[in-house]
Nanobody, 112 residues
Framework: QVQLVESGGGLVQAGGSLRLTCAVS????????IDWYRQAPGKQRDFVAT???????RYTDSVKRRFDISKDDAKNQVFLQMSIRKPEDTGVYYC??????WGQGTQVTVTS
């Protein structure tokens, strides 16, 4: 069973930044890709960013040029560096791997 543990969330002002970490209990190079999702209060869980085995990345339009997904294969960690500019960035952020593995999420709350 794969375990994913997100960390790094918290309160952040618009204009600030946060770096989220997803620690994976297995060799992340064994996954074709790893994603970040977020779920805003009262809304569905939406895709944010993905990184594949080769390091190629893709982002949802609302976070392009503000968020950066990266990984450290040696540490089995995936990161989401976020430049926070919008209250809409508030939500619980989850990482996901194929096989329907989800972490417990980490809360990000944007304050004005």
């Amino acid at each position: 069973q794969v375990q994913l543990v997100e960390s790094g969330g918290g309160l952040v002002q618009a204009g600030g930044s946060l770096r989220l970490t997803c620690a994976v209990s297995r060799d992340i190079s064994s996954f074709l890709y790893i994603d970040w999702y977020r779920q805003a209060p009262g809304k569905q869980r939406d895709f944010v960013a993905t990184i594949n085995t080769g390091g190629s990345t893709r982002y949802t339009d609302s976070v392009k040029r503000r968020f950066d997904i990266s990984k450290d294969d040696a540490k089995n960690q995936v990161f989401l560096q976020m430049s926070i500019r919008k209250p809409e960035d508030t939500g619980v952020y989850y990482c996901y791997t194929p096989g329907d593995h989800w972490g417990q999420g980490t809360q990000v709350t944007v304050t004005s």
